[in-house]
């Protein structure tokens, strides 16, 4: 196995991200489908959900759906590239995190007085399904995004 330095492997981390612009698949974005699967009853959309999860086989592409941002994983990235800033002084990742923030603006969860995210996808338990955007936690993030 060849010596991989730290370093290498976040830098090609990162290119990996931009390449892809930040987007990604989840592994319960299942119900992000064109096809209904909340349609066939309580426990199919659950069922896909899993099975996709464990599916060693990416078929996303046939199933109609597509990368996407993630709000968590926009704040998982912009504390990481903070962290990145603050160690390195490179202004391209000051850069990035204020792309972060300017895009984590646009994926707040609308009809809630403060600014609150949820993931991009909907999703079910044999209790309830949540729709895509659902805040999990609403949290007033002033001091973060500055409003």
């Not at 999860?53 to 993630?70: A, C, H, S, T």
């Not at 300017?102 to 209790?127: I, Q, V």
């Not at 805040?135 to 007033?140: A, D, F, K, V, Y």
Request: glycine content about 6%; overall charge positive; charged content about 20%.
């Amino acid at each position: 196995m060849p010596n991989v330095h730290f370093g290498d492997s976040l830098g090609n981390l990162e290119k990996h991200l931009i390449k892809n612009d930040f987007k990604g698949y989840d592994p319960y974005d299942t119900l992000n489908s064109k096809i209904p699967f909340q349609k066939f009853g309580k426990w199919i959309p659950i069922l896909a959900t899993q099975f996709q999860k464990r599916n060693p086989v990416n078929i996303r592409p046939l199933l109609g759906i597509k990368k996407e941002f993630n709000p968590k994983a926009l704040g998982l990235f912009l504390n990481a590239f903070v962290k990145q800033y603050h160690m390195s002084g490179e202004e391209h990742y000051l850069k990035e995190c204020e792309q972060f923030i300017e895009t984590l603006k646009t994926l707040r969860s609308k009809g809630y007085p403060h600014y609150c995210w949820g993931y991009n996808f909907p999703w079910a338990s044999p209790l309830k399904t949540v729709p895509a955007y659902h805040p999990s936690l609403q949290r007033i993030s002033t001091l973060l995004l500055g409003i």
